[in-house]
């Protein structure tokens, strides 16, 4: 963690430990998961059939009222990634967020390791279980060539996310807007992108960069449908430009989601080199589109992505069918079956078939 960051931290636990009143919230989740992956074309490298891998999340939050209606937090999460054969675009092994929370009539700030207001309001394709359409762990289990992070070897030629996550969890200055009408808007100032958490290579020239984010998001009732929807845009320092948006309806237990996102590069920025190892995701496409059912414990649903380089035929499909049950408050059993499809120099398709047992605490 950077040292600014941690002056930050440290000055409102200090100030929060002698308040009268403080709220408390933690959790922890544990989660081990097996997968087996049948590759029906030329096998990648890393590869390996049998892959297991286990995680652990944990989140803190500490809060008090300094005022009515204003109230400071200090958050924090930790992530521990066990997955070393097949490496994906997360920041390797273990991560940590940590930021500050202030909530005011006038709206929310937040400082530190957080998400830009546009990854923060995407919606989209539904998630079930811990499988995610987005920053999808499924490469931990089935390799793609395009989302590939291990040791000195860095690969983003397609988008893995329809979300504008491509800062990550850089430290950032986060602002929105108090909900008008069920509409909430968003900006975000990033000093610096280089959190690997992100697409932004640490190879790269225009990793230190400056980035501005817009958001907006909207949820509304209408006629016994839950709509949720959102925009986003993002401009990175001499990087590209990029634009997002995405619905979910949501009614008696079904869920309907997808969203788009799209990068663009000028003549001001950094030139592309379709060649390189980490510059395809600045100019490409991505969508996904997805329907879930959720009934009592047991929730089931499908999905598909799809991620496009504008510069080279580099080209990434997943469909997925997810199930996930509930047994209890603590413990939930989780199946996933993927088809992926992967284009690089070659074709690579193959299967992953993946089960997971997860406890909350």
Do not use: C
Not at 191 to 208: A, C, E, I, R
Not at 218 to 245: C, H, P, R, V
Not at 335 to 360: C, P, Q, R, Y
């Amino acid at each position: 963690m950077k040292s600014h960051q941690l002056a930050i931290l440290l000055t409102l636990l200090s100030n929060v430990a002698f308040a009268d009143s403080i709220e408390k919230e933690y959790s922890l989740s544990i989660g081990s998961y097996y997968g087996y992956a049948d590759y029906s074309k030329p096998k990648p490298s890393p590869y390996k059939k049998n892959n297991i891998n286990s995680t652990i999340n944990a989140y803190g939050k500490i809060s008090y009222d300094y005022a009515p209606n204003y109230t400071a937090s200090l958050i924090g999460y930790l992530m521990v990634d066990s997955a070393k054969e097949v490496e994906n675009y997360n920041q390797g092994y273990w991560g940590e967020e940590f930021f500050t929370l202030f909530e005011t009539p006038l709206g929310e700030l937040s400082i530190g390791q957080d998400y830009n207001v546009a990854y923060n309001f995407a919606v989209g394709a539904p998630n079930i279980g811990t499988y995610k359409v987005n920053n999808s762990d499924i490469v931990n289990f089935i390799n793609t060539p395009n989302w590939y992070k291990k040791g000195k070897n860095t690969s983003y030629k397609t988008l893995n996310s329809t979300y504008i996550n491509t800062d990550g969890a850089s430290f950032k200055f986060n602002y929105i807007t108090p909900d008008f009408n069920g509409i909430k808007l968003g900006a975000t100032y990033v000093p610096k992108t280089y959190s690997q958490s992100g697409l932004v290579s640490k190879y790269s020239s225009y990793k230190d960069n400056k980035a501005y984010i817009l958001g907006a998001y909207g949820s509304w009732y209408i006629s016994g449908f839950e709509l949720e929807t959102s925009l986003g845009y993002a401009d990175y320092d001499e990087n590209n430009k990029e634009y997002s948006l995405g619905f979910s309806l949501y009614r008696k237990g079904w869920t309907l989601g997808a969203s788009y996102r799209k990068t663009d590069t000028n003549s001001k920025d950094t030139p592309v080199n379709k060649y390189s190892l980490y510059d395809g995701y600045r100019d490409a496409k991505a969508y996904n589109i997805g329907l879930s059912y959720e009934i009592g414990p047991f929730t089931t649903g499908v999905s598909y992505f799809n991620s496009k380089s504008n510069i080279s035929d580099n080209k990434d499909e997943i469909y997925s069918f997810s199930n996930s049950f509930e047994y209890n408050k603590y413990t939930t059993i989780s199946m996933t079956v993927a088809h992926l499809t992967s284009k690089d120099i070659k074709t690579t398709k193959g299967n992953a078939f993946i089960l997971g047992l997860e406890f909350a605490l």
